[in-house]
């Protein structure tokens, strides 16, 4: 079963970067398709960006082009570098795994395993 936790969020200012990590224990990272969503008060959780199990990368649009997610095998992480961050980008940020057999989806309910959220608020 595997345990998340996200690290790295925080404040920056609009037109700044953060980086977030998903540190998986318990198991080996690249037997699961991560993917990162994030849910602005008073909005449901949306999808971000995910790194497969075979190493593909997806984006939502409004992140396309400012969003790299990428894999750390030797750290067990998938990471989400943010660049030039909007205010709209202010939410918590969750990573949530998918076992490697599923075909990937951007479905919130098509995830096992969640970290807990980080805070990223982006001030204009």
């Known amino acids: 079963q595997a345990q998340l936790k996200e690290s790295g969020g925080g404040l920056a200012q609009a037109g700044g970067s953060l980086r977030l990590s998903c540190a998986a224990s318990g198991v080996s990272i690249s037997s699961y398709t991560i993917a990162w969503f994030r849910q602005a008060p008073g909005s449901e959780r949306e999808f971000v960006s995910a790194f497969t199990y075979g190493g593909s990368e997806y984006y939502d649009d409004s992140v396309e082009g400012r969003f790299t997610v990428s894999r750390d095998d030797a750290k067990n992480t998938v990471n989400l570098q943010m660049d030039g961050l909007k205010p709209e980008d202010t939410a918590v940020y969750y990573c949530?795994?998918?076992?490697?057999?599923?075909?990937?989806?951007?479905?919130?309910?098509?995830?096992?395993?969640w970290g807990q959220g980080t805070q990223v608020t982006v001030s204009s």
């Open positions: 949530a795994a998918r076992r490697y057999y599923y075909q990937f989806t951007r479905d919130i309910s098509g995830y096992t395993y």
